[in-house]
């Protein structure tokens, strides 16, 4: 007995539109495999992750104007650890360095001109690790690029501060 030959798929690029028309038709012909309780719903945001939310986003856009030399380090360090401010000092100087000499040798304009459009934030979402550790991710569109910033805020003598950051 013979068994059929396996089917060949082949990726293929769709345009959006015809990607909901499929997906639509899926939905009718399976109702019951897509629904809207299929996912595990976010629990509400207690009013101190909504304010570290809010702290994390602005900070992030200051973050990211530091590295557009934009902002001067020293503006953010009531809220960051001396140890991750210097982390920060660090990457700035790296990137200010690398884009000044990316501009000079493909003789662009400079990067760090005031025309540069501001970051802005997409999303933010904190959870509280203990009674004294927060930790925070933002999503923020800068330019042509979309980076997440990771935040690790601890209480600190009555204050919120960052400890640890991460920039993808």
Request: proline share 5%.
């Amino acid at each position: 007995m013979n068994s059929p030959a396996p089917r060949e798929h082949k990726p293929y690029a769709v345009s959006a539109e015809h990607y909901m028309l499929l997906r639509q038709s899926f939905k009718q012909a399976n109702p019951s495999v897509i629904t809207p309780s299929s996912g595990i719903p976010l629990e509400e945001a207690s009013s101190l992750c909504q304010s570290v939310e809010t702290m994390c986003s602005g900070l992030s856009i200051a973050v990211l104007e530091i590295f557009a030399g934009k902002r001067g380090a020293q503006q953010i360090a009531k809220w960051f650890s001396s140890e991750c401010l210097m982390k920060i000092k660090r990457r700035a100087d790296l990137t200010r360095r690398v884009l000044i000499a990316k501009a000079q040798n493909e003789h662009q304009h400079n990067p760090f001109t005031q025309d540069l459009t501001r970051p802005k934030v997409r999303r933010a979402h904190a959870q509280q690790i203990n009674e004294s550790t927060i930790e925070a991710c933002v999503i923020v569109e800068d330019g042509y690029r979309v980076r997440a910033l990771a935040f690790r805020v601890q209480k600190i003598r009555a204050m919120w501060k960052v400890v640890e950051i991460e920039i993808a």
